[in-house]
């Protein structure tokens, strides 16, 4: 009989939010889809306005004096001038956002290009301008002849007038937010707050509906799994997604248990062990839809990704740290940032090794996943080896530690801890000022302290 257990609902509830998260971020991520959309908008609007001004023409009616445009040939003028503008804003909009994502691939490297291409403000407003350029040319188009004398869409070049005053806002608005967003503090909070919402979906609650692999179901599933069979990967390309829904639908279609070989983030290459199929008989099944359920593609994603916000914040971390840049205050505000990302982890982590369950609450997938020290070795250490020889990057890191250190009283990971202060208070000889030692030596001894004072 199916369960019941509302645990298991609220995992089927997560797993399809995980899923519609992706879908929505692939829609997001380029520049054509609100600008298509707002196009689509804008090409009804000249259908209804045009429908009035065509009712007016043929009935004879008198429009309000306030959208009277006078005869054809003003009412041409006015949108070629209208239309000129436009477009000609329209390539000073495009251009800008070119130098934006130039400026964005050179100071914060390239992997920050997809955040800014996701950026709604600049879809919009590519959009808006678009949109209103095709509405004119519409309204430009239909004025004519007809049986009835010169035709003259007044209600739609007063609308086009009206666009034309929006535009200007939207113009205002761009300035103001291309300004903003390439601000580095405004650029890694918007990192930390995609960490967030990377954690929001990868990491359980309370009443998710998989345990950590230490749980016997988990241990015989993974024997099982392990008895099973390989199935190789189709393609090669970094995994951006994997739809956890339809595996365990298929596996528990076909009786079947599935261990996932590689995460989100991994790079698959083609013909390389992808999954465990158990038992092999069910592999041929299964093969082709656990394929499916793999997404590939030349870059790797946010959403099922947690190291890769975290890898984002420590490349932005590392170039503040070069010689070349040498900007300090930035690489603390990672840190910062890191710490409060890695405090939410630490606070919601049950293990990294999930197990999924069907209706029944059989496990039917195994999901490989990063384990927590690895997390906080790619949190601190790039960043400790850039800033050797740093007093302020080392204080801020053992602050750091610290915070994390006090909302956890998991042995190993205090361990993990202990390991990277350990690590940064060794790099306390690259210091020449005795003073400057002496402060770093202060820190350590706060955060053996916060390691005493440790709470979950």
Not at 149 to 157: C, D
Request: hydrophobic residues 45%.
């Amino acid at each position: 009989m199916p369960t019941s257990n509302p645990a298991l609902h609220s995992s089927r509830r997560r797993r399809l939010l995980v899923e519609r998260t992706w879908i929505t971020e692939e829609m997001r991520t380029n520049l054509w889809l609100v600008p298509g959309l707002l196009v689509l908008g804008s090409i009804v609007l000249f259908g209804l306005t045009y429908a009035y001004d065509r009712a007016a023409y043929v009935n004879g009616w008198s429009v309000p004096r306030w959208i009277d445009t006078g005869g054809a040939d003003a009412g041409r003028q006015v949108l070629i001038a209208l239309a000129a503008a436009v477009i000609t804003v329209v390539g000073v909009v495009f251009s800008v956002t070119i130098v934006a994502l130039a400026l964005a691939s050179s100071q914060f490297g390239p992997r920050m290009l997809r955040n800014f291409i996701r950026d709604r403000g600049t879809q919009v407003t590519l959009g808006v301008f678009v949109a209103t350029f095709v509405y004119l040319i519409l309204a430009l188009g239909s004025i004519g002849t007809g049986a009835h004398g010169q035709f003259v869409p007044h209600l739609s070049i007063a609308m086009g007038l009206l666009l034309v005053l929006g535009d200007l806002l939207v113009l205002i608005y761009f300035i103001h937010h291309v300004a903003t967003s390439i601000q580095l503090p405004w650029v890694i909070a918007g990192i930390a707050a995609d960490l967030r919402q990377a954690v929001d979906l990868e990491l359980p609650t309370a009443t998710d509906a998989f345990v950590d692999g230490a749980d016997p179901a988990d241990d015989a599933a993974l024997a099982r799994a392990h008895a099973g069979v390989v199935v190789p990967a189709a393609t090669s390309g970094y995994l951006q997604y994997v739809s956890q829904r339809r595996l365990v639908t298929v596996a528990a279609r076909h009786d079947a248990v599935i261990e996932l070989m590689h995460r989100p983030g991994h790079f698959v290459s083609a013909g390389r062990p992808l999954a465990r199929v158990s038992p092999p008989d069910a592999a041929g099944f299964v093969a082709e839809e656990l394929r499916r359920s793999h997404v590939t593609g030349p870059q790797r994603t946010l959403p099922q990704d947690l190291a890769f916000a975290i890898d984002q914040l420590v490349e932005i971390a590392i170039r503040a740290l070069s010689p070349a840049v040498n900007d300090t205050f930035t690489a603390l505000s990672c840190i910062d940032w890191l710490g409060d990302g890695l405090a939410v982890i630490t606070q919601r982590w049950v293990g990294h090794r999930r197990a999924y369950r069907d209706e029944d609450g059989r496990v039917r997938l195994v999901e490989a996943g990063i384990s927590y020290d690895r997390l906080v070795d790619r949190a601190y250490d790039k960043i400790r080896q850039a800033g050797r020889g740093m007093p302020a990057v080392m204080i801020r890191q053992l602050d750091s530690l610290g915070r994390l250190a006090e909302v956890t009283d998991r042995d190993d990971h205090r361990q993990v801890l202990v390991e990277q202060a350990e690590m940064i208070l060794r790099s306390v000889d690259a210091i020449t000022e005795p003073r400057d030692r002496d402060d770093v030596q202060t820190r350590y001894e706060r955060f053996r302290a916060a390691l005493g004072s440790g709470t979950s």
